[in-house]
Nanobody, 123 residues
Framework: VQLQASGGGVVQAGGSLRLSCAASDRTFSRYAMGWFRQAPGKERESVAAINWNGGSTYYTDSVKDRFTISRDNARNTVYLRLNSLKPEDTAVYYC?????????????????WGQGTQVTVSS
């Protein structure tokens, strides 16, 4: 599956963005999806994950209650809504797919990756 992430940009602290990740595979519902981010000089980290039908989600502690992951299997797209953004959220955000119905957590669980979209939060 090929993944195309979009929606990044420059926003002031406290602002919002919605990231989208479109998948090329019409069997998109077979994949669990995840969002990851990588800030300059830091390792890539998991941000959020969603299972095949959206019934289960996961968030890393630092984004709980601020970010929301969702998916539309009819549109082969997964979203990440980013609210109450902070400067420390600045990073390149990547979407990833795991051929599994269940949630994926670690980077190594995901075989397919999008190209990344830059999110910059100014203070």
């Amino acid at each position: 599956v090929q993944l195309q992430a979009s929606g990044g940009g420059v926003v002031q602290a406290g602002g919002s963005l919605r990231l989208s990740c479109a998948a090329s595979d019409r069997t998109f519902s077979r994949y669990a999806m995840g969002w990851f981010r990588q800030a300059p000089g830091k390792e890539r980290e998991s941000v959020a994950a969603i299972n095949w039908n959206g019934g289960s989600t996961y968030y890393t502690d630092s984004v709980k209650d601020r970010f929301t992951i969702s998916r539309d299997n009819a549109r082969n797209t997964v979203y990440l809504r980013l609210n109450s953004l902070k400067p420390e959220d600045t990073a390149v955000y990547y979407c990833a797919a795991k051929l599994s119905y269940g949630l994926g957590f670690g980077i190594k669980e995901y075989a397919y990756w999008g190209q990344g979209t830059q999110v910059t939060v100014s203070s």
